[in-house]
């Protein structure tokens, strides 16, 4: 992803609190056209989406309201990576229904 289109809807951004005002490297906006070449490569190569993910610098890998809200769909999971600690980064998965209810989906790790 490369078009962040953030800046184009800063007023919205802003609607969170002064974080993003505070932080102008917070948040990262993918433009419809991008999403649109991704799904379409998705489609066209018979794969299935099962999540979308982002990180956070300065935060726990907690889904912050702002993550919620942009949430694209119920049918896929969100992966946050939080690099607060970057020697221990915190990896978790969410749930998000259509009422925005957030549910923490379990890891389970093999060796």
Known sequence: MKEDQKDNMMDKFYDYGNYYLDHKDAGFLTSPEETVRVEKY??????????????????????????????????????????????????????????????????QYTS
Not at 57 to 64: F, S
Not at 72 to 101: C, G, M, N
Request: charged share 25%; no cysteine.
């Open 42 to 107: 998705i489609r066209n190569s018979h794969l299935h989406k099962v999540g979308v993910f982002h990180s956070h610098q300065r935060h726990p890998a907690i889904l912050a309201k702002v993550d919620v809200d942009l949430h694209p769909s119920p049918e896929v999971w969100h992966l946050l990576i939080s690099l607060r600690t970057v020697e221990y980064p915190q990896i978790r998965i969410f749930s998000v229904d259509s009422a925005k209810r957030v549910g923490e989906v379990d890891i």
